[in-house]
């Protein structure tokens, strides 16, 4: 089965910094990869994708992510954070396998954000 | 775009009482996924179901019980309710394509409390 680790629970950073966060899964294989974001008391929101194909994806809200094989890492990088970017993000994984598209999440990263 | 929709947003119950939750999908959706988000934890899957039959069974407790109806809205029914079942439960729903991941789309959410 796959899992996923996200190895900071809490990153402060102020407002304009670069923000990264970092992902790595377990899996047999090249999963689907993740990154989701949610606001005190709301919802999933996806932020970005990897599927396949190119390794650095753009997601919304000016996040990329970049795949690397090598580590089973999938971190999440913001340029420039805004005050608006504190929330708790989460990296998640499905399976490359038919009738299996449940998806597993990391234990989540919460950022706040400084002025 | 019309979105997934979970009803209540929020439900209080006792314990020892019983709670459902309902989901509708995006129009043309056939697949429903429920995940259990527990107070500071990351969400984790209970269960799927795709055209009306369970597709998947992960960590759902035998006290809880799901279907998925013709018009392929979802009800997560939960009897005899312990406090540790308080959480934020997510639907997500998804269209199934052969050959592809089928990517989820989440709901809002359900907070239930039991008190």
């Known amino acids: 089965a796959q899992s996923v680790t996200q190895p900071d629970i809490h990153i402060t950073v102020s407002e304009g910094a670069s923000l990264e966060l970092r992902c790595n899964y377990s899996?047999?294989?090249?999963?689907?990869l993740f990154w989701y974001v949610q606001s005190p008391g709301q919802g999933l929101q996806l932020l970005l994708k990897?599927?396949?194909?190119?390794?650095l994806v753009q997601g919304i809200k000016g996040f990329e992510a970049e795949f690397k094989r090598s580590q089973s890492s999938f971190n999440l990088r913001k340029p420039s954070v805004h005050w608006s970017d504190a929330a708790e993000y989460f990296c998640?994984?499905?399976?490359?396998?038919?009738?299996?598209?449940?998806?597993?999440f990391g234990a989540g990263t919460t950022v706040t954000v400084r002025a | 775009a019309a979105g997934v929709i979970q009803s209540p947003r929020h439900l209080i119950k006792e314990k020892r009482e019983t709670a459902t939750l309902k989901c509708y999908p995006i129009?043309?959706?056939?697949?429903v996924y429920w995940y259990q988000q527990g107070p500071g934890q990351d969400p984790q899957f209970l269960i799927s179901f795709y055209e009306k039959m369970q597709s998947d069974k992960g960590s759902i407790p035998d006290r809880f019980s799901a279907q998925q109806f013709s018009d392929y809205h979802s009800e997560l029914n939960m009897s005899s309710l312990e406090l540790g079942d308080s959480a934020l439960y997510f639907c997500?729903?998804?269209?199934?394509?052969?050959?592809?991941?089928?990517?989820?789309?989440f709901g809002p959410g359900t907070r239930l409390t039991v008190l």
């Open positions: 998640a994984v499905g399976a490359r396998r038919s009738n299996d598209y449940k998806l597993s």
């Open positions: 997500a729903s998804s269209r199934f394509t052969s050959g592809t991941y089928n990517e989820q789309f």
């Open positions: 129009p043309r959706h056939d697949t």
């Open positions: 899996y047999g294989a090249t999963p689907y």
């Open positions: 990897y599927f396949s194909g190119d390794t």
